[in-house]
């Protein structure tokens, strides 16, 4: 059918009932934990001939479309010939709340599988059972309701003329894109060299529903090598959306710059750029309450109306475009931005939307997934991301606190929190003698503790009125819910251990090797490529992030030629015990390289106290030189006014000095004479300490290198990232000075790019 558009029940009726304001004040998750009990329970009472969980499907013509709409009912039921159709909701609210009319869109779900029973059925009327169940008391309240086929028919067809405007477009939009999608060509003359060979396995991997790791070199152009031959598989109808997930905010900017690169050769295709709330919330604070904002209030009235004015006139909602037809329609930009989701063919987003049980897409259906593919710009970074991801901590002092506060009301929050602070003083005994309190097993009394307090703090969080008690009670429940969600995580890949110092007991849930928790994400999306310069070695990688039967690697020679970037290695140690005597000489070498010739220069250190130390030596020795210096925790404006330095119109020599590692080390692009070269101090190792150390043992353990697991190939990657901030382009030059005696060794020098050799 040319002219079929697919859309699911809920979908139908959430878009023509949306209504109201956003209220992002605390819900109660554990309907979200315990609904499938209570629809389960209720359901195991129906008699022989009823039916649960019933798939419901047909077909409707309207004005020029034909939907295919789907879904699944919670039961139909059988009572003396009449057929009963039952929608179960759960809820924490008190039943005596509810009233038949509190809730139109449950009854809209219930009345259009009630049409298609009908017409599969040849009935001509069916009763609607509307069922609440409240997950705690497990009390049951059914509102009944008997309609014809003829009232069946009436609403549903209203339900398509609000849906119809929505669907005609994404039809229009659909046949559009796939048409520009066949007449587009690579956005650029020609491809540069490696960028043929890169697209050609990205497009091979995507038809064939594998993975890649692709190593290839700074500079070559990977973002439009990989979002190419990505869109010229949608055009094929292989799949209908594709993300494009970054590590760092300045990236996205190179992805968004891709599609522009082909919209403006004629291509037709939606992208909404994901902007974290913090960053475009409108108001000081985000506090998502209709009191508060005035783009909370009524959003939902107006958000339909929002999303299809935009999508008539743009086709990039990057965060600009989002803030301006946010305010134009008074409604809150993050989201909407995640309402433009639905009618987008391309995300660029943080990793953390698709990989983090905590912030995920929760809108984004695994039917979604399935077509889609994930594209993982630097995915060098994603290691440690999805460790940190997937590891949890909890403190003692939180409840410490809480147990404090409310001393006075001796109520069940009190007994709790008494019982948990209980829990970790039995903990630090058990834990205070021994050299390295790690263990193969959570504390399973403490997760019992835990869950018991997460359901006393959902109703009391409810009850409590805006005040200091209710934030750090709510601040404690989602670490408390964090950390308990993460224990359903652990196996053999994790270990929990434990840090004591003075009154104070801190556990943490830490994951090891992060290859079993991507690969669940990753296996419900139809490819994933993982790409970056640094992917190196490969094995690790794939050994961290990979899924061995679905992998192909492929490693991309640099278009450069070596004559671009002249690479040398000075032997001065830069280990930590050597670090201050050799500090006058380091100084000096940096002089001296930056002095060869004017122009503009990035030092990189391996620690923000060493760079410190480093940065008044040389003002005070070398003070006619420039210089700019990465500070911590710089908001955005900062950090592209320290970029917007480095210019080529420059007179005098320019030195920057920043961490390795950190927001200026990967991810920038300083074309031509705005960069001309990179100094890198040390070998980049990540500080020793306790968490790097347990890595290093679980790898022994299991036949790896540990030390290069959890320091070198790490510590390289950093490495080889700053260095890869010098040649951009084809006609880049400059200089790479490398500094440490390690890089003689044969062990770093294996490690380094072929083009630096």
């Given at each position: 059918?040319?002219?079929?558009?697919?859309?699911?029940?809920?979908?139908l009726?959430?878009?023509a009932h949306?209504?109201?304001?956003i209220d992002?004040?605390?819900?109660?998750?554990?309907?979200?934990?315990?609904?499938t009990?209570a629809h389960?329970?209720i359901?195991s009472e129906y008699?022989?001939s009823?039916?649960?969980?019933?798939?419901?499907?047909?077909?409707?013509?309207?004005?020029?479309?034909?939907?295919?709409i789907?879904g699944r009912?919670?039961g139909l039921?059988?009572?003396?010939d009449?057929y009963i159709?039952e929608?179960?909701?759960s809820?924490?609210k008190?039943?005596?709340?509810?009233s038949?009319?509190?809730?139109p869109?449950h009854?809209a779900?219930?009345?259009?599988?009630g049409?298609f029973?009908?017409?599969e059925?040849?009935?001509e009327?069916?009763?609607i059972?509307?069922t609440y169940?409240?997950?705690l008391?497990?009390?049951?309240?059914?509102?009944?309701?008997?309609?014809t086929k003829?009232?069946?028919?009436?609403?549903?067809?209203?339900?398509?003329?609000?849906y119809?405007?929505?669907a005609?477009?994404?039809?229009?939009?659909?046949e559009?894109r796939n048409?520009?999608?066949?007449?587009?060509s690579?956005?650029f003359p020609?491809?540069?060299?490696?960028?043929?060979?890169?697209?050609?396995?990205?497009?091979?991997?995507?038809?064939?529903?594998?993975n890649?790791?692709?190593?290839?070199?700074?500079?070559?152009?990977?973002?439009?090598?990989?979002?190419?031959?990505?869109?010229?598989?949608m055009?094929?109808n292989?799949?209908?959306?594709?993300?494009?997930l970054t590590s760092?905010t300045?990236?996205r900017t190179?992805?968004?710059?891709?599609?522009?690169r082909?919209?403006?050769q004629?291509?037709c295709?939606s992208?909404t750029?994901?902007?974290?709330k913090?960053?475009?919330?409108f108001?000081?604070?985000t506090?998502?309450?209709?009191e508060?904002?005035?783009?909370?209030?009524?959003y939902?009235?107006?958000?339909?109306?929002a999303v299809?004015?935009?999508?008539s006139?743009?086709t990039?909602?990057?965060r600009?475009?989002?803030e301006?037809y946010?305010r134009?329609h008074?409604v809150?930009?993050?989201?909407?931005?995640?309402d433009l989701?639905n009618?987008?063919?391309?995300?660029?987003c943080d990793?953390?939307?698709?990989?983090?049980?905590?912030v995920s897409l929760?809108?984004?259906?695994?039917e979604?997934k399935?077509s889609?593919?994930?594209l993982?710009d630097e995915?060098?970074?994603?290691v440690?991301r999805?460790?940190?991801?997937?590891s949890a901590?909890i403190?003692?002092?939180k409840f410490?606190?809480?147990k404090?506060?409310?001393?006075?009301i001796?109520d069940?929050?009190?007994?709790?929190?008494n019982?948990?602070?209980?829990?970790?003083?039995?903990?630090?005994?058990?834990?205070k003698?021994?050299?390295?309190?790690?263990?193969?097993?959570f504390?399973e009394?403490?997760?019992?503790l835990?869950h018991k307090?997460?359901?006393?703090?959902e109703?009391?969080l409810?009850?409590?009125?805006?005040?200091?008690?209710k934030?750090?009670?709510?601040?404690?429940y989602?670490?408390?819910?964090?950390?308990?969600?993460?224990?359903?995580?652990?196996?053999?890949?994790?270990?929990?251990?434990?840090?004591?110092?003075?009154?104070?007991?801190?556990v943490?849930?830490f994951?090891?090797?992060?290859?079993k928790?991507?690969n669940d994400?990753?296996?419900?999306?139809?490819?994933?490529?993982?790409?970056?310069?640094?992917l190196?070695?490969?094995?690790?990688f794939?050994?961290?992030l990979?899924?061995?039967?679905?992998?192909?690697?492929?490693s991309?020679?640099s278009?450069?030629?070596?004559?671009?970037l002249?690479?040398t290695?000075?032997?001065l140690s830069?280990r930590?015990?050597d670090?201050?005597?050799?500090?006058?000489?380091l100084?000096?070498?940096i002089?001296?390289e930056?002095?060869?010739?004017?122009?503009?220069?990035?030092?990189?250190?391996?620690?923000?106290q060493?760079?410190?130390?480093?940065?008044e030596?040389f003002?005070t020795?070398?003070?006619?030189?420039?210089?700019?210096v990465?500070e911590?925790?710089?908001?955005e404006?900062?950090?592209?006014d320290?970029l917007?330095?480095f210019?080529?119109?420059?007179e005098?020599?320019?030195v920057?000095?920043?961490v390795?590692?950190?927001?200026?080390?990967?991810?920038?692009?300083?074309?031509?004479?705005?960069?001309?070269g990179?100094v890198?101090?040390g070998?980049?190792?990540?500080?020793?300490?306790?968490?790097r150390n347990i890595?290093?043992?679980?790898?022994n353990?299991v036949?790896?290198?540990?030390?290069?697991?959890?320091y070198?190939?790490?510590g390289m990657?950093?490495?080889?990232q700053a260095?890869?901030?010098?040649?951009r382009?084809?006609t880049d030059k400059?200089?790479?000075?490398?500094i440490?005696?390690?890089?003689k060794?044969a062990l770093?020098?294996?490690l380094?790019p072929?083009e630096?050799k």
């Open positions: 059918m040319e002219n079929c558009i697919k859309v699911s029940v809920r979908s009726v959430e878009y949306t209504a109201g304001s992002l004040t605390f819900k109660s998750s554990v309907s979200l934990i315990e609904g009990k389960q329970k359901q008699g022989e009823d039916v649960k969980e019933r798939h419901i499907s047909g077909t409707v013509a309207y004005e020029q479309l034909e939907f295919q789907e009912c919670d039921l059988l009572n003396d009449q159709i929608e179960i909701k809820t924490m008190d039943l005596n709340e509810i038949e009319n509190s809730y869109v009854w779900q219930a009345k259009v599988y049409y029973i009908c017409e059925l040849q009935l009327q069916i009763t059972k509307l169940v409240n997950i008391s497990e009390q049951k309240m059914s509102f009944y309701l008997l309609f003829n009232d069946l028919t009436n609403y549903l067809y209203k339900m398509l003329e609000s119809y405007p929505f005609k477009w994404k039809y229009d939009h659909i559009l048409q520009t999608i066949k007449d587009l690579f956005p020609s491809f540069r060299k490696g960028q043929r060979k890169l697209a050609g396995a990205v497009y091979q991997t995507i038809q064939e529903s594998n890649l790791f692709a190593i290839a070199p700074t500079g070559i152009g990977k973002t439009v090598s990989t979002i190419f031959p990505t869109i010229k598989s055009g094929e292989s799949i209908n959306r594709m993300f494009y760092k300045i990236t190179v992805a968004e710059e891709a599609f522009k082909m919209t403006d004629g291509l295709i992208c750029t994901i902007t974290a913090d960053k475009i919330c108001k000081e604070e506090i998502c309450q209709k508060y904002c005035e783009f909370a209030n009524g939902y009235d107006r958000i339909n109306g299809l004015d935009i999508l006139s743009q990039a909602f990057t600009e475009k989002i301006e946010a134009k008074k809150c930009p993050f989201e909407y931005s995640l989701l009618s987008s063919d391309a995300i660029i990793v953390n939307y698709i990989f983090d049980p905590r929760k809108r984004l259906f695994d979604h399935r889609s593919v994930l993982i995915a060098h970074n994603l440690d999805a460790r940190e991801m997937y901590s403190f003692k002092s410490l606190e809480l404090n506060r409310y001393k006075s001796k069940d929050l009190y007994e709790s929190v019982d948990i602070n209980k829990r970790f003083i039995e903990l630090r005994k058990i834990w003698d021994t050299v390295a309190p790690v263990s193969k097993e504390d009394d403490l997760i019992e835990l307090f997460n359901e006393i703090a109703i009391k409810q009850e409590l009125d805006e005040d200091d008690n934030q750090i009670l709510l601040d404690t989602f670490e408390s819910l964090n950390f308990v969600k993460i224990a359903e995580f652990f196996d053999e890949q994790y270990i929990c251990y434990y840090e004591l110092y003075k009154s104070e007991v801190h943490k849930l994951c090891l090797d992060p290859s928790v991507v994400v990753i296996k419900k999306f139809r490819s994933t490529i993982y790409f970056s310069a640094t190196t070695p490969v094995q690790y794939q050994d961290m990979g899924d061995q039967e679905r992998d192909y690697t492929i991309i020679d278009p450069f030629s070596k004559e671009q002249q690479v290695i000075d032997s830069t930590y015990q670090r201050e005597k050799n500090l006058e000489r100084v000096d070498t002089y001296k930056i002095s060869k010739s004017k122009g503009n220069y990035l030092v990189f250190y391996p620690s923000y060493y760079l410190i130390q480093s940065i030596l003002q020795k070398y003070p006619t030189i420039k210089t700019i990465q911590n925790g710089m908001s404006f900062e950090r592209e320290f917007l330095q210019n080529s119109l420059n005098e020599t320019l920057g000095f920043a390795l590692g950190g927001i200026f080390s990967e991810g920038i692009d300083l074309k031509g004479d705005r960069l001309n990179v890198v101090i070998v980049g190792l990540p500080q020793i300490c306790l968490e890595l290093k043992d679980h790898f353990s036949g790896k290198n540990g030390y290069y697991y959890a070198v190939f790490p990657n950093k490495v080889m260095g890869g901030r010098v040649i382009s084809e400059g200089t790479l000075l490398l440490d005696d390690r890089y060794s770093y020098q294996n380094l072929v630096w």
